[in-house]
Every structure is written in C-alpha cells, then in structure tokens.
C-alpha cells in the first residue's frame, strides 16, 4: 500500500510563472491536507478539502494560491506568479476521515529564482 | 488552538533513553495529544498519541501528567535515527487541521 505520493520532489521555477503541485492520497483515503514549511520553521496549514470539495482554506493565500480535489486524480495545489516568498517545502497529507491518522507525503521543495 | 511548549533542542547519548518534554497548560478535556516527528527532508511522521492514560506502541511510549497540562515522549533506546524535530500538537478530535510550533530538534551522539 503506496504512502502520499507527492511529484514533483524539487521543483524550480522563475518568478512569474505557476508552481503546481500534485498530491496522490494514500488508498482509501478521501481526505487531504496541504501545508507549507518555510525554512527553519513549523509546518503551517493551508487547505483541507475532500473530494471536489474544499472544506477549510482559512490558512490559503487570499490571491494566486489555489486546490482542488477532482473527483478522478491527484489533488493539486496550484501558485500562480510566483514569488520569492513562496520558496518553501509544500506538504501533503491524507487521512481516511476528518482528522484520523494523517499520513504525510515527503513533500515538494519549491524554489523560486 | 490550544498551544505546546517544548525546549528548542536536547542531545541524548545513543542506546540510551530519551525524555522529551511538552507543556500544554490550556489543553481542553477533548483535545488529544499527538507527537509527530520531521525527519531530515522528509514529511512529517507519526509517533504517537493519547487522551488521558499513558501509552506504548512500538516507537515509543507517551507519558501524560495526571492534570494533562504536560506530557513527556519517551524513546526507550535513541539511535541515530532517530535525530529529528519531535513536535507535540493538541488536536481536538474531529479537527481537520494540526497547528504545528517549532518543535524539539533532537540530536543524537554516537
């Protein structure tokens, strides 16, 4: 049984152009969890959402972030126009219910030039 | 959220046990306590949790205070595997999001 699967692992982009990430939750869960990691720091909350449905994006960027759970594929977590700021390590995680057993993905590493 | 206090690093001798402390003078009767520990580059992992009573699994084991304002995870024999940061977190059940601080960088001496 596959773990959170997260591709890419380093992903680069120049400022300017979209970053999207992608989320594979591990089987038979339907919920998923973004966060955000800043160097030196704790991983900060994001987004929940369950399928085709966001539930929570109070810790979302007002503007050029947004995530989407279809009901086929991977969730994504897409950052329009990227900045310096958004250099960081983007986690996903899943869990079968609302706040049961999350499970982690090793994270995409987004770094902005 | 109700929030964790934890020193910012401890060192430990390998093979033998480790005591990491967490403060949680706020916790409320239905949050429970997790431990999450962040590997070097990796996502964060679970460790372990519990509401009122001790607990043991095959990683570790979680000692709760009787009041529950603090908790100590305990790692019986530390190897160098287990350097990471160790982060106590409150989740009240049926939350959908964990609040992460800064956690306890755990360094392992060979």
Sequence with gaps: NAGVMQNPRHLVRRRGQEARLRCSPMKGHSHVYWYRQLPEEGLKFMVYLQKENIIDESGMPKERFSAEFPKEGPSILRIQQVVRGDSAAYFCASSPQRGDGYTFGSGTRLTVV | ?110
């Excluded at chain 2, 949790?49 to 979680?62: F, Q, Y």
């Excluded at chain 2, 908790?71 to 595997?81: D, E, F, N, P, V």
């Excluded at chain 2, 106590?88 to 956690?103: A, P, S, Y």
Aim: proline share 5%; aromatic share 8%; glycine share 6%.
């Design chain 2, 1 to 110: 959220d109700a929030k964790t206090t934890q020193p910012n690093s401890m060192e430990s001798n390998e093979e033998e046990p480790v005591h990491l402390p967490c403060n949680h003078s706020t916790i409320s009767g239905t949050d429970y306590i997790h431990w999450y520990r962040q590997l070097p580059s990796q996502g964060p992992e679970y460790v372990i949790h519990g509401l009122t009573s001790n607990v043991n699994n095959r990683m570790a084991s979680l000692a709760i205070a009787e009041d529950r304002k603090s908790s100590t995870l305990i790692l019986h024999r530390a190897t160098l595997r287990d350097a990471a940061v160790y982060y106590c977190i409150l989740d009240n059940f049926g939350n959908e999001k964990l609040t992460f601080g800064t956690g306890t960088r755990l360094t392992i001496i060979p």
